[in-house]
């Protein structure tokens, strides 16, 4: 089976979130399972730089959007890790520097419709009767987030373009709603869309064009990041708008849950600690722990337990309930590093509390990943509160660096943590700490169990050492996956 990745990031090359360590790890997983997977990546200065062998392939694009007059072509070569992918060469809109979503100001590029709706016609003309690439055509293309959710639509309403045979099944996975990559109604003008397209069953959304709600209403299966999550985005709450329509299309909306690259994320073998440590022998843990106490200005203590968030600083994560909690944890002898950017209000009041607590918090605004790995596996606590969470990662990473983390109940998170009840310690179940309601007495009185099982060390080192051996890899995700792919080739058969 032959299937196109087309997706807006992809690690090590470019990196916003947790879609760019899918990107990464999934491909490949599905390799492995026998599929012939190709990346389709923007050609960001990034990509251009870091995919080797890079040649042309198939003849210009002439009709891109956004590109009047001008025909990009599509370049070939192969990521780090051997994965071919393909990079849409289109220096005027993917050439610039820093971040793929936003100029150096904070804002979105206004052009950003336009951008990723070459992403999705360069996807769909893959399948064109004449093809992009003489050499291979996809049976599935699966598009991620908004930033591809064109890509169904394409593929349904220009049969004049893409040919209405033989159409490939399409897969669209929902990474985090709260993301919809929605733009006026005259974007229709741009983007090569019939102007019949633009109603309720259609791209039309609250007045404007909504591009994950054009990848949810044709694409022949969604999928969401976690079960959990499947179900809370049919809800008022978590839907964002789009839960009548994921309500009425729920018979093809699955949760698969995200998996860990255990070859990047592995304690006994990773080359970004200060001493490696496994299951069987957690002695470098230690190591880890007082080498993070001195990164972070901490006291050297190994008998303070030590809690770390590495996140955005966002409402939406959660965090403000950190700031809230952190003092009583501080008070009960706890210890917090804090990695991430995001909200001003929130980085001031974490550099606020580093310094009301000096030796006990410390805070660094930005984003490092040896730091974030250092910090997984010389923590002893792993913060993640977040108000909804589609599936999560960090929590993942957590667990298999013996890290305890601490979630609230929604999502993906409430899929992959097991909470240390009394029955769940005895019984040697437990994986970490959850609480409920998104409210500071709720965290507080979860910080307060941690603090209270860290005063019982030997519970404490079982639980973590029973953390360190589930097994979240891609292996089961993969399979999964190509059940699904297997399932929209039927139906756009």
Same mark, same amino acid.
């Given at each position: 089976m032959r299937i196109l990745f087309v997706t807006s990031e992809c690690y090590p090359l470019v990196k916003t979130g947790g879609l760019a360590d899918v990107s990464a790890a999934l491909p490949p997983a599905l390799a492995r399972?026998?599929? #012939?997977?190709?990346? &389709? &990546?923007?050609?960001?200065?990034?990509?251009?730089?870091?995919?080797?062998? &890079?040649?042309?392939?198939? #003849?210009?694009?002439? #009709?891109?959007?956004? /590109? !009047?007059g001008a025909a990009p072509r599509m370049l070939l070569g192969l990521m780090p890790d051997g994965t071919p992918a393909y990079a849409l060469d289109a220096p005027t809109l993917f050439g610039r520097p820093g971040n793929p979503y936003m100029g150096p100001d904070g804002r979105d590029w206004p052009d950003n419709a336009q951008r990723f709706a070459a992403l999705a016609w360069a996807a769909a003309a893959f399948t064109a009767p004449a093809g992009l690439d003489p050499w291979w055509r996809p049976d599935v293309l699966h598009a991620h987030d908004w930033q591809a959710g064109l890509v169904? !639509?394409?593929?349904?309403?220009?049969?004049?373009?893409?040919?209405s045979e033989q159409r490939p099944g399409t897969v669209l996975t929902i990474h985090n709603i709260a993301y919809q990559g929605q733009f006026p109604p005259w974007t229709m003008g741009d983007i090569h869309l019939p102007s019949s397209a633009y109603a309720m069953d259609g791209v039309e959304y609250y007045g404007g064009v909504g591009y994950l709600k054009a990848g949810c209403y044709y694409a022949d299966r969604l999928t969401t990041v976690s079960p959990t999550y499947s179900q809370e985005i049919q809800t008022d709450e978590q839907g964002a708008g789009l839960e009548g329509l994921l309500s009425v299309r729920a018979g093809r909306l699955s949760g698969i849950l995200n998996g860990v690259d255990y070859g990047v994320w592995d304690p006994a073998r990773d080359p970004l600690l200060p @001493?490696?440590?496994? @299951?069987?022998? /957690?002695?470098?843990?230690?190591v880890c722990k007082t080498a993070l106490q001195e990164a972070f200005g901490l006291e050297r203590a190994a008998a303070r337990p030590l809690a770390a968030v590495v996140s955005r600083l966002t409402w939406h994560k959660g965090l403000d309930l950190v700031l809230e909690a952190a003092g009583a944890w501080v008070a009960g002898g706890g210890q917090l590093a804090v990695l991430g950017?995001?909200?001003?209000? /929130?980085?001031?009041?974490?550099?606020? &509390? @580093? @310094?009301?607590?000096?030796?006990?918090?410390?805070v660094r605004i930005g984003y490092d990943e040896g730091l974030s790995h250092r910090l997984q596996a010389g923590a002893d606590l792993l913060l993640v509160p977040s108000r909804s969470e589609p599936c999560g990662l960090t929590q993942l990473y957590a667990l298999k660096y013996g890290t305890l983390p601490l979630v609230r109940r929604t999502g993906g998170l409430a899929d992959t943590v097991i909470d240390a009840t009394p029955a769940a310690v005895n019984d040697g179940a437990a994986t970490g700490f959850s609480f409920g309601a998104a409210t500071v007495r709720e965290i507080s009185f979860c910080l307060r169990r941690a603090l209270a099982l860290y005063r019982r060390p030997d519970r404490w080192q079982a639980i973590a050492r029973h953390a360190m051996t589930r097994d979240f890899g891609w292996e089961a995700p993969a399979r999964e996956y190509l059940e699904l792919y297997r399932a929209a080739q039927a139906d756009a058969a």
């Open positions: 399972a026998g599929a #012939d997977v190709r990346l &389709l &990546l923007p050609g960001y200065p990034a990509v251009l730089k870091g995919l080797s062998g &890079l040649a042309p392939v198939g #003849d210009p694009i002439p #009709d891109l959007p956004g /590109m !009047a169904p !639509a394409y593929l349904r309403l220009r049969p004049d373009r893409f040919g @001493a490696p440590y496994s @299951a069987e022998d /957690m002695g470098g843990k230690a950017t995001g909200e001003p209000w /929130m980085e001031q009041g974490f550099r606020q &509390l @580093a @310094a009301w607590h000096p030796g006990s918090v410390g």
